[in-house]
């Protein structure tokens, strides 16, 4: 095979990634977004990629006709090793950069602004309620109106605002669903707001976008974003389940387990995500270091989560002897 036929099959397998990567970029909930937050975010997201390909396509093109015009054989380029400044130069490569600053800056706050999560939707329907809960390695999703709780599959009326609050059981995580809007961080002992709208029937990939320990993996849900009718029946269905999820199952629940499928229960009380929140129940234990995945022998102890640099829980205690501040003396 001749170099010329090796560079055009070369090209040419080139040329197949790229239309691979195009076709599988389908598969992005971000660019296929299924909600009126995803849709502007998605725009944003264009408006800001064609505003900077404004600097960096022309900067491509003038670097590529640079090396073409000053080539060796071209004697009509002009050769000015005593060039220093112009006026024109200095001009253009300073007010598009700066340009470019602010149109992306008044994008970001105008988006920002208009998109911040508590913000409410318009909408001619009154929102639903949802409590997230975001557990290891699991979420919890309580719906305090309805009396009922889900773990790892939410299912919300589909063109109805659906308002959360969320908060996390032990370390911090983040609740994401691509295709509806954007991520949210969920914190212990803290309260944070979200709110999406579903456009259309359908199901929707969630999952946490912060690494929470061992289980991080598998905290995958689905959203089933359902008609109004169908949403009706599915809460009748779920209110009838015979698991409750009180405080006692609530603590249980509560403890690290991995890959857990989709469960129902009936709400024990609609003050659960209150006692969560302000830590009247106890937090999860969270995750430890050590092996995880395999049980300890018998006797003996689970492994301890230690901190380095910090000292063991058994060791010795240094105090250092009170004396007063000068501004404490007389």
């Not at 949802?130 to 709780?149: C, M, N, R």
């Amino acid at each position: 095979m001749t170099e010329w036929k090796r560079r055009r099959t070369a090209g040419l397998r080139w040329i197949v990634l790229a239309s691979v990567a195009l076709t599988c970029s389908g598969c992005i909930g971000v660019l296929h977004p299924k909600g009126p937050v995803g849709n502007a975010e998605k725009l944003i997201l264009i408006n800001s990629v064609a505003i900077m390909l404004t600097i960096v396509i022309p900067t491509i093109v003038v670097i590529l006709f640079v090396a073409w015009w000053f080539r060796a054989s071209n004697t009509r380029a002009k050769y000015q090793p005593t060039f220093v400044y112009s006026g024109q130069v200095e001009l253009i490569v300073w007010a598009i950069p700066l340009l470019v600053i602010l149109l992306l800056g008044g994008i970001a706050w105008i988006g920002s602004h208009d998109l911040d999560p508590p913000k409410p939707l318009v909408a001619d329907v009154k929102p639903l309620e949802v409590q997230v809960v975001s557990l290891d390695w699991k979420w919890l999703f309580l719906y305090p109106e309805q009396g009922i709780a889900t773990v790892n599959q939410l299912v919300i009326p589909a063109a109805t605002p659906v308002h959360f609050e969320l908060t996390s059981s032990s370390v911090m995580n983040a609740f994401f669903v691509p295709q509806l809007g954007g991520m949210i961080y969920t914190m212990h002992g803290m309260r944070t707001n979200l709110n999406l709208l579903a456009n259309a029937p359908g199901e929707f990939h969630g999952l946490s976008s912060n690494y929470s320990g061992n289980g991080f993996s598998g905290m995958h849900f689905t959203v089933r974003a359902v008609p109004a009718a169908d949403f009706a029946s599915w809460l009748q269905t779920a209110q009838q389940s015979t698991e409750v999820l009180d405080d006692a199952a609530y603590v249980a629940l509560s403890h690290p387990s991995e890959n857990v499928v989709p469960a129902i229960y009936k709400l024990g009380s609609p003050q659960l995500f209150h006692s969560i929140v302000t830590q009247v129940l106890p937090p999860g234990p969270g995750p430890v270091t050590g092996p995880m995945h395999l049980a300890p022998a018998a006797g003996a102890e689970p492994p301890k989560a230690e901190m380095p640099g910090m000292p063991k829980a058994d060791a010795p205690r240094m105090t250092a002897p009170a004396t007063a501040s000068p501004g404490q003396e007389g």
